[in-house]
């Protein structure tokens, strides 16, 4: 079973998650990501 998502595009509000790699915080240094995610929708129930 394939989860197929498609991609709404919204105009009214976009997502933004941030994502820190704690793995740097050895070496001192922190690196954040920060991703852009658009709405999926989900096909199917």
Avoid: A, H, T, W
């Avoid at 933004?16 to 129930?45: A, M, Q």
């Amino acid at each position: 079973m394939k989860e197929e998502y498609i991609v709404c595009e919204l105009f009214s509000r976009s997502q933004i998650f941030y994502i820190v790699d704690f793995d740097e915080k050895k070496k001192g240094n922190i690196k954040v990501y920060r991703v852009f995610l658009l709405n999926y929708c989900p096909i199917g129930e």
